[in-house]
């Protein structure tokens, strides 16, 4: 995700990354620019207005379809906004959760209990990036070190990693309460944080295999394509030569809002303005390293 200072105008303005619509949507601004000076020249070339008096009413047309492309392209954005949102919502929960698991496993075995203290502070943040990589369907390239995690090297790659992660951190928490080393209170205390971990990974995984429906993306698509190729015909008359760049421009701006909400609503991606999860996943590891290191 880019870090940057929403207050830095100038920089936002004229600073170009690849990540920016103008770069993206360029040979689609180039198209449409050279046919607005196609419609323009042939018009005001070979057209005479009076003897074509209905080209008067398509600004009409889209004087009226203009409310109806707005609202569909807020809705549009906004429904994609809370998918990027409520995935950052989770991922602050896993952070929280990871860290409220290690407070109290650090409370409630003794300081000399190496082994069960090193097994959670190399299992709880390892949940955080086998859940990255499950998101992003990278399993397969997970690195476990056998030799630091030699109880993970029974791992079935091909099935649910982030499930088998939990379940582990499940099955220490029982034989703990079995061997005595925590209280059956205790025991109670901690399962919130231990069923959280599948909650949250269910929420991401219903973010991400849940897509906007085809059909409503492919007519806004489709609305703002005819939309414009619709403009230049009623409005050459009026503004002339100029069409072309206001038409250019009203093109830029509406498809800019369709790829933006395209780029946000999968918030476990790689784009520039997904989720840093690498860098959460890697906090949790740091700070769960500061409570039972």
């Given at each position: 995700m880019l870090a940057y200072n929403p207050k830095d105008w100038f920089k936002i303005i004229f600073l170009m990354r690849k990540?920016?619509?103008?770069?993206?949507?360029?040979?689609?601004?180039?198209?449409?620019?050279?046919?607005?000076?196609?419609?323009?020249?042939?018009?005001?070339r070979f057209l005479n207005l009076s003897e074509h008096n209905w080209l008067k009413n398509i600004p009409l047309m889209h004087s009226l379809l203009g409310f109806a492309i707005s609202m569909l392209l807020v809705f549009r954005t906004n429904t994609a906004y809370d998918r990027w949102?409520?995935?950052?919502?989770?991922?602050?929960?896993?952070?929280?959760?990871?860290?409220n698991l290690a407070m109290k496993m650090?409370?409630?075995?003794?300081?000399?209990?190496?082994?069960?203290r090193d097994f959670f502070n190399k299992t709880i943040p390892l949940y955080a990036q086998?859940?990255?990589?499950?998101l992003q369907s990278d399993v397969t390239r997970l690195m476990l070190d056998d030799a630091e995690h030699p109880e993970l090297g029974n791992l079935a790659l091909e099935k649910h990693i982030p499930n088998q992660i939990a379940g582990?951190?499940?099955e220490r928490a029982n034989n703990l309460y079995k061997q005595g080393l925590i209280?059956?209170?205790?025991?109670?205390?901690i399962n919130a944080e231990l069923q959280s971990f599948t909650d949250i990974c269910g929420a991401c995984e219903r973010i991400k295999n849940t897509p906007i429906p085809y059909s409503y993306s492919s007519f806004i698509k489709k609305f703002i394509f005819i939309y414009v190729l619709t403009l230049p015909i009623g409005y050459v008359f009026s503004m002339g030569y100029l069409v072309i760049p206001v038409v250019t421009f009203v093109f830029y701006v509406l498809a800019s809002l369709e790829l933006v909400a395209e780029e946000?609503?999968?918030?476990?991606?790689?784009?520039?303005?997904?989720?840093?999860m690498q860098k959460i996943a890697e906090n949790i590891k740091k700070h769960i390293a500061e409570i039972l290191g």
């Open positions: 990540s920016d619509t103008a770069s993206r949507l360029m040979p689609l601004l180039i198209f449409v620019a050279v046919y607005s000076s196609v419609i323009a020249f042939v018009e005001i949102w409520e995935g950052r919502k989770q991922w602050g929960a896993l952070v929280n959760n990871s860290r650090n409370v409630m075995l003794d300081r000399g209990d190496t082994a069960n086998v859940l990255k990589a499950h582990l951190l499940l209280t059956g209170d205790q025991y109670i205390i946000i609503e999968d918030p476990f991606g790689n784009d520039d303005n997904d989720l840093p």
